[in-house]
């Protein structure tokens, strides 16, 4: 059973609370996330660009935005893009691990980035916030309109949430951008689905680029990722960043 799926031709994603997983930090520069709990008991971690804008209902964008690649780029781009016409604070909401590590760890597949590299990623894209919830069982069986109404609206009161139009999410990932429209204006926001960014012919994803990378095409690979960034390859098959 897979929860989510990213919104920009990404792998399933996920993010809750396991009922007991130790808390992960990470440090970013001199300080770490700020700890929080939503009202249904989820757990997470939000994390600030110093000097950013920190007042105002965010315009956020949702995925697992493994790679940061140039499909995930589209997103947060457009969420800058209409948080900065409203004047609103622009964030990114994504999830500490693959939910293939809670489920089945053996078949998870390697990370492009590690949630270090991700976090910091995300912030050098000029987002304000970042928001990593933690993966486990609780948000593996939330629904979604559990999820809406919990993290969303109930704990970021977002203004507007980036979607890709395959994103998908919730218990037996059955909720879609559709759910996201019929639930949103009740709850205040808005929802916008760019179409998904293209390599050839086929939507970027961090699928793609990891058969990419075992391939051997590094090329195709670093296309897909952006070239503003150098990258090399470990052992692992890990984007590491330079």
């Known amino acids: 059973m897979m929860w989510g799926r990213a919104g920009s031709g990404d792998d399933a994603v996920t993010g809750g609370s396991t009922g007991g997983t130790n ?8 300080a770490s996330g700020t700890a ?10 939000s994390y600030r660009r110093p000097g950013a804008e920190a007042s105002g209902r965010p315009v956020v964008a949702i995925g697992q935005f493994d790679g940061v690649h140039l499909g995930h780029r589209l997103l947060l781009d457009e969420a800058r ?21 809670v489920l089945a760890p053996g078949a998870a597949p390697v ?6 590299e991700r976090i910091a990623l995300l912030l050098d ?3 304000d916030l970042v928001v990593v919830l933690e993966v486990g069982h609780a948000l593996l069986a939330t629904e979604p309109r559990e999820f ?10 977002v203004a507007a949430v980036v979607v890709g139009t395959n994103f998908r999410f919730g218990r037996g990932a059955t909720g879609d951008p559709s759910t996201l429209r019929a ?7 808005d929802v916008v689905c760019p179409e998904l960014a293209l390599h050839g012919e086929d939507a970027i994803s961090s699928t793609r680029i990891r058969a990419a990378i075992g391939a051997g095409r ?13 990258t090399t390859m470990t052992a692992t098959g890990r984007r590491g960043m330079r």
């Open 81 to 101: 893009r209409r948080a900065t016409a409203i004047g609103a604070p622009a964030g990114a909401v994504t999830f500490d691990r693959h939910p293939l590590q």
């Open 23 to 30: 808390e992960r930090t990470v440090a970013m520069g001199s």
């Open 148 to 157: 809406v109404d919990d993290v969303l609206s109930g704990t970021l009161d």
């Open 111 to 116: 990370e492009l980035t590690s949630l270090d």
């Open 36 to 45: 929080f709990v939503t009202p249904a008991g989820l757990r997470g971690r």
């Open 218 to 230: 590094l090329d195709g690979a670093a296309a897909m990722l952006g070239p503003s960034f150098a």
């Open 125 to 127: 894209a000029g987002l």
């Open 183 to 189: 639930l949103g204006p009740g709850r205040g926001f």
